[in-house]
């Protein structure tokens, strides 16, 4: 703190402070979708090749996209679920609070497994690993109305070990949970 000037920061206001770049050059996100793709090929704990890489402001933000752009082309209503108790809170909370088109928030996946009458659409979240066993999960619906978003935050070699590479239509991991810096909310 004696020092505050001398070690001071200065960064132009002008500078890198937008969503938007000039003459539609988009460098830095190429070069960070670049570093995502490395950063898993590294740990080979997911197959980025011939996979859209799409960053956010934490993995919060990404689930609910995830959600909202599943649930787009579905005029019923549709059932989000997650695939084991204790699930991830924010499942439930966003589900209710964004009020997704046509989504209700209907528990643990298993309450949809044993109940024959439902043929609507789902939506199962898929935490691999669960926190808080840290077990590698698998989905527990399938068939032709049900979409997958895993939730592979823990999906990191200090977490877990890693059988195999993670391929899926749609996976979320989140950088805080690889480097340790959970203020950061990049997913």
Known sequence: MQNAASSAVVVAGWHRMSYVFPNNLSFISKELEKSIRKIHAIAKNA??????????TGSTQLLHAAVHALSMDNKNSTKVVANKIPYYSLYKLQTEYFQTRNCEFGGDSSMLKNNSDFAGNVIEFVTSPNNPDGNLESPVLN?????????????WSHYTAIPAPADEDLMIFSMSKLTGHAGSRFG
């Open 47 to 56: 197959i980025t090749h011939g996979k859209y890489i799409i960053f956010g």
């Open 143 to 155: 068939g032709p109305n049900v979409k997958h978003i895993y939730d592979h935050a823990y999906y």
